[in-house]
């Protein structure tokens, strides 16, 4: 079994490839929180984006027409990279 550290780097390789599936350009998170940054011509459900914006408007908010923010506390390593899969999941 690998350590969480080997682990994480796996999902994270994982999430990337999704990511760029979806057209999404650049993920930026942090501690509290972080952004989405999609590119010209995304794969991804705008209703769900708005589905998403409007049932937690305190976490996820759009900044321009092309950036998802997210604001919410995140612990280091698994539950970091478990959120964000969580959110890639709800885009499509």
């Known amino acids: 079994m690998l ?3 080997a682990q994480n ?3 994270i390789t ?3 490839l999704e990511a760029n599936a979806l057209g999404i350009k650049k993920i930026d998170f942090g501690r509290h929180g972080g952004r989405i940054l999609f590119g010209a011509k995304p794969n ?3 209703e769900k984006i708005i589905a998403l914006i409007q049932g937690e408007p305190k976490v996820y908010k759009m900044e321009g027409g092309d950036k ?5 506390e995140m612990a280091e390593g698994e539950e970091r990279v478990k959120t964000l899969g969580k959110i890639l ?3 499509v």
């Open 68 to 72: 998802l923010r997210v604001i919410k």
């Open 3 to 5: 350590r969480e550290p």
């Open 44 to 46: 991804v459900d705008v």
């Open 9 to 11: 780097l796996f999902h």
């Open 89 to 91: 999941e709800m885009l």
């Open 14 to 16: 994982e999430l990337k």
